[in-house]
């Protein structure tokens, strides 16, 4: 089987306090990352730190914040003082350690502030490289990390005293570490725009067969909605563009759902309407098209869900909440092996309850999710059901089903 590109950025840690269920949390992410737990034990929560990152980059933290119905609704609840809201992300971008993070604090009324902001930088240690640390940091409204040699931009002075995100606004300023040469200089810009790049490229689904079912109007066929509203644009970019995965899609779903044997796009008015070529016993031998309101709510998922493991170019990040709704479970070990696919060109996350599904995933994958007195917990399967595992035992579907899978030790604490 292909590896995946040493190359290709990934996130590699995700940390959280205060933020909703979690109170303190910390995970390695891998390129393919399954979190595994009982219903409100936390996993959206997990879900929405990461998207909550992309979706001030995109949109600013105010909008970002609003859309959460206010701060109030994001810190974890407490009887005592408000406590800050801290997020933090680890990157592994070009042999580099990238280390973002932001702590919220709060102010009168209900308002909030960005008591502190920083990136830092590490070297590739394997070759010996200087570590770069303390790349820009902000604390209560200073900059504390590049100090200015001469007078700063009047943009970055209002940013500063904002409650936005610095970095986010301003990233290509921040990183001229002083002293630096310039190669140095260049290659902390490239790392940033790295970043950047990939918090916009961040993709979250939730895919509802009424937004597929009906004809749809043309709408931007380069990224695939989270709610699949603008699938049939997207296939018909890659049929048009002949994309390099058009013949893993058509296979995938033959495989996922049998008896379908290809799909195609056409045009009536303003509208895009899908449709799937069924093999049907019959004298001619050519099959029957059918439109996507004939079919059942299982296949327009797993069509949409395979669209979105296959959009071409590949998004840096796609997360899917529970992808196993509404499919057969004999679809969902196909659809397994397909979530490895992607994870060689696409860092996956998703959520579910379903045996069936992770019993095709690598136990290396899974994480489990628990709640306790309503704070979620997340870490690694425990040692013995991953032994359990490793040694042919059981299943980590067989687990899931007669145990539930627990935190390891370490993670529990």
Same mark, same amino acid.
């Given at each position: 089987?292909?590896?995946?590109? !040493?190359?290709?950025?990934?996130? +590699?840690?995700?940390?959280?306090? &205060?933020?909703?269920?979690?109170?303190?949390?910390?995970?390695?992410?891998?390129?393919? #990352?399954?979190?595994?737990?009982? &219903?409100?034990?936390?996993?959206? &929560?997990?879900?929405?730190?990461?998207?909550?990152?992309?979706?001030?980059?995109?949109?600013?933290?105010?909008?970002?914040? *609003?859309?959460?119905?206010?701060?109030?609704?994001?810190?974890?609840?407490?009887?005592?003082? $408000?406590?800050?809201?801290?997020?933090?992300?680890?990157?592994?971008?070009?042999?580099?350690?990238?280390?973002?993070? /932001? +702590?919220?604090?709060?102010?009168?009324?209900?308002?909030?502030?960005?008591?502190?902001?920083?990136?830092? +930088?590490?070297?590739?240690?394997?070759?010996?490289?200087?570590?770069?640390?303390?790349?820009?940091?902000?604390?209560?409204?200073?900059?504390?990390?590049?100090?200015?040699?001469?007078?700063?931009?009047?943009?970055?002075?209002?940013?500063?005293? @904002?409650?936005?995100?610095?970095?986010?606004?301003?990233?290509?300023?921040?990183?001229?570490? $002083?002293?630096?040469?310039?190669?140095?200089?260049?290659?902390?810009?490239?790392?940033?725009?790295?970043?950047g790049r990939y918090l916009?490229?961040?993709?979250?689904?939730?895919?509802?067969?009424?937004?597929?079912?009906?004809?749809?109007?043309?709408?931007?066929?380069?990224?695939?909605?989270e709610d699949g509203?603008?699938?049939? @644009?997207?296939?018909?970019?890659?049929?048009?563009?002949?994309?390099?995965?058009?013949?893993?899609?058509?296979?995938?779903?033959?495989?996922?759902?049998? =008896?379908?044997?290809?799909?195609?796009? #056409?045009?009536?008015?303003?509208?895009? +309407?899908? !449709?799937? !070529?069924?093999?049907?016993?019959?004298?001619?031998?050519?099959?029957?098209?059918?439109?996507?309101?004939?079919?059942?709510?299982?296949?327009?998922?797993?069509?949409?869900?395979?669209? %979105?493991?296959?959009?071409?170019? $590949?998004? @840096? /990040?796609?997360?899917?909440?529970?992808?196993?709704? #509404?499919?057969?479970?004999? *679809?969902?070990?196909?659809?397994?092996?397909?979530?490895?696919?992607? %994870?060689?060109?696409?860092?996956?996350?998703?959520?579910?309850?379903?045996?069936?599904?992770?019993?095709?995933?690598?136990?290396?994958?899974?994480?489990?999710?628990? @709640?306790?007195?309503?704070?979620?917990?997340?870490?690694?399967? %425990?040692?013995?059901?991953?032994? %359990?595992?490793? &040694?042919?035992? /059981?299943?980590?579907?067989?687990?899931?089903?007669?145990? =539930?899978?627990?935190?390891?030790?370490?993670?529990?604490?």
């Amino acid at each position: 089987m292909e590896k995946r590109s !040493k190359n290709l950025p990934q996130i +590699v840690r995700l940390w959280a306090k &205060n933020f909703r269920s979690l109170e303190d949390v910390d995970v390695k992410l891998g390129p393919l #990352t399954v979190l595994v737990g009982p &219903n409100a034990s936390g996993k959206s &929560n997990v879900v929405d730190v990461l998207r909550f990152v992309s979706d001030a980059f995109r949109n600013g933290l105010d909008r970002a914040i *609003a859309d959460r119905h206010g701060i109030g609704a994001i810190r974890r609840w407490s009887k005592g003082r $408000p406590y800050d809201v801290e997020i933090g992300l680890e990157f592994q971008l070009a042999g580099h350690a990238l280390h973002y993070g /932001f +702590v919220l604090g709060s102010k009168l009324r209900g308002e909030y502030q960005v008591k502190e902001e920083h990136i830092r +930088v590490e070297g590739d240690r394997r070759s010996g490289r200087t570590i770069i640390s303390d790349l820009f940091e902000v604390r209560n409204g200073r900059l504390v990390a590049p100090k200015p040699e001469g007078p700063v931009d009047e943009a970055i002075l209002r940013s500063i005293s @904002s409650n936005e995100l610095i970095m986010l606004r301003h990233w290509l300023w921040l990183v001229s570490p $002083p002293g630096a040469d310039r190669s140095t200089e260049i290659e902390m810009r490239l790392l940033v725009q790295d970043l950047g790049r990939y918090l916009f490229e961040m993709r979250f689904y939730h895919l509802f067969p009424n937004e597929i079912r009906q004809p749809q109007k043309l709408q931007d066929p380069y990224r695939l909605e989270e709610d699949g509203g603008n699938l049939a @644009s997207v296939l018909r970019r890659m049929i048009r563009g002949n994309s390099e995965y058009l013949p893993d899609l058509r296979d995938a779903m033959g495989k996922a759902v049998p =008896g379908v044997a290809d799909f195609q796009v #056409t045009q009536v008015g303003a509208y895009l +309407v899908v !449709k799937l !070529k069924h093999q049907v016993k019959d004298s001619s031998g050519r099959g029957t098209w059918f439109d996507l309101t004939q079919e059942s709510d299982g296949t327009l998922r797993i069509l949409a869900l395979l669209a %979105a493991l296959f959009q071409d170019p $590949p998004p @840096s /990040f796609l997360a899917v909440e529970e992808p196993e709704l #509404t499919v057969h479970p004999g *679809a969902l070990a196909v659809l397994a092996d397909y979530l490895k696919e992607a %994870a060689l060109r696409t860092q996956i996350l998703i959520t579910t309850h379903s045996p069936e599904l992770i019993d095709g995933l690598p136990i290396e994958s899974l994480r489990a999710v628990e @709640s306790v007195d309503g704070v979620t917990k997340v870490g690694m399967v %425990a040692e013995h059901q991953r032994e %359990a595992v490793r &040694n042919e035992l /059981f299943s980590p579907g067989d687990l899931h089903r007669m145990e =539930g899978l627990q935190l390891s030790a370490a993670d529990r604490q």
